[in-house]
């Protein structure tokens, strides 16, 4: 006896309904769609880009589409280096992101300045940006960045979708202004 299989949608079907919340299913989308955007400042960048390549594979979880523009991207991956100089431009790429957005901060420099602690280099991104995933490391693993991208899809999967803007974080430290513009008193 041959019994044959219908290819394709049966309208005459009725059990199969799939029941969720418009929250959770958004949240699910998003979660396996996210589009890095990376700001390799420094030798963490290295990793970076190894988590791209194909042994470790980040596509696996939906975010092997790397834009270079912050209209086109949701999650910032500072990895490296911030100097004062830079921080600016940091900045202001991340306002340009549209909302949702998140920040993983990958590497010692990045979350905390690492060993630099000279008045050129920012200790820790979080001072000028909201950080929502830190990877430890100098440098980092491209597994340790892995395991951050699921750390900041679980927190995306709980987050409700008609949150409130995140507020940034503190304002960027500023040099005294005789340095800043360079002139005498």
Do not use: H
């Not at 909302?99 to 280099?121: D, N």
Request: proline residues 8%; positive net charge.
């Amino acid at each position: 006896m041959q019994t044959t299989t219908e290819i394709g949608y049966n309208s005459k079907v009725e059990g199969d309904v799939i029941v969720t919340r418009l929250e959770a299913a958004l949240n699910w989308f998003r979660q396996y769609s996210l589009w890095p955007m990376p700001m390799g400042l420094a030798c963490c960048a290295i990793e970076l880009m190894a988590a791209g390549a194909s042994r470790f594979d980040i596509a696996r979880f939906g975010a092997e589409v790397m834009r270079f523009s912050p209209r086109q991207s949701d999650v910032m991956i500072v990895s490296g280096t911030v100097t004062y100089k830079m921080a600016l431009v940091v900045r202001r790429l991340y306002e340009q992101m549209a909302e949702p957005k998140w920040v993983i901060a990958m590497g010692a420099c990045a979350s905390t300045g690492g060993m630099y602690r000279s008045y050129a280099v920012l200790q820790g991104v979080d001072r000028i940006l909201p950080v929502d995933v830190y990877v430890a490391g100098c440098p980092p693993r491209p597994e340790a960045l892995l395991d951050a991208l699921i750390k900041l899809q679980a927190k995306v999967r709980r987050e409700p979708v008609l949150r409130t803007l995140k507020q940034p974080g503190p304002a960027l430290p500023t040099r005294p202004p005789v340095l800043q513009a360079g002139l005498q008193p």
